[in-house]
């Protein structure tokens, strides 16, 4: 079975400040996709931005970025110039063969202004 | 434009009580997922629908948990006879067919007491 692990239960950034989060995961499948999903308190998951196993380019999405290492089962997320608005739970999801995702347990993030 | 849409947002019950939440999914998707998320947790799979078809069901969900998707358009998820461990946020999610990205909704707080 497939599992996505986040090491990070808490992260904390000041504004304008760079943060990444790390994600690890592990499977044996060759085609997947990876998910980053941000939760903001009391409110509904949306999508921050997603990988395609087999795309070596790295995915962005305008200040969000991801460090994607195969190899290493690595899926980090890299967030620039934080805004106040980005302070949520961050959510790493796996999704294989099986078109359920697979969640990490998340990061709170803080944003200090 | 009309996202995933989820009814009741909040609902308290006795232990032993049925419930019954419903989801509306973006109207182009064809699948649609239930997820349940408990505090400090990533969400967990707990079924997916194509059309009307259930593919798929996790070992989480017990035989007190139902779910159905009659004409392909909304579901229901039903807990009977809720336990006390019942209490999660119930996550619907909906998408195109394929290796598409799942839009969630604001999801169903359930509290058993």
């Known amino acids: 079975a497939q599992t996505v692990t986040q090491s990070q239960p808490e992260m904390s950034v000041q504004e304008a400040e760079t943060v990444t989060l790390s994600c690890t995961y592990d499977t044996s499948e060759s085609d997947y996709y990876l998910f980053w999903y941000k939760q903001p308190p009391s409110r509904q998951m949306i999508l921050v931005i997603r990988?395609?196993?087999?795309?070596?380019q790295n995915a962005t999405e305008n200040r969000f970025s991801v460090n994607f290492q195969k190899a290493a089962k690595s899926f980090s997320l890299k967030i620039s110039d934080s805004q106040l608005g980005d302070a949520a739970m961050y959510f790493c999801?796996?999704?294989?063969?099986?078109?359920?995702?697979?969640f990490g347990k998340g990061t709170k993030l803080t944003v200090n202004p | 434009d009309t996202g995933v849409s989820q009814d009741p947002r909040h609902k308290i019950t006795k232990r032993g009580q049925n419930v019954t939440f419903r989801c509306d999914p973006i109207s182009e998707h064809n699948r649609l997922y239930w997820y349940r998320q408990t505090l400090g947790q990533g969400p967990e799979f707990l079924t997916y629908f194509q059309n009307e078809a259930q593919l798929e069901k996790s070992r989480l969900l017990s035989d007190r948990f139902s779910a159905e998707r009659p004409k392909g358009s909304f579901s229901t998820l039903e807990i009977q006879r809720t336990e006390q461990g019942d209490s999660a946020m119930y996550l619907c999610?909906?998408?195109?067919?394929?290796?598409?990205?799942?839009?969630f909704g604001p999801g169903t707080r359930l509290l058993v007491l």
């Open positions: 999801a796996y999704q294989g063969g099986s078109e359920k995702l697979v």
């Open positions: 990988q395609e196993a087999y795309k070596q």
């Open positions: 999610a909906s998408s195109l067919e394929g290796p598409e990205t799942q839009y």
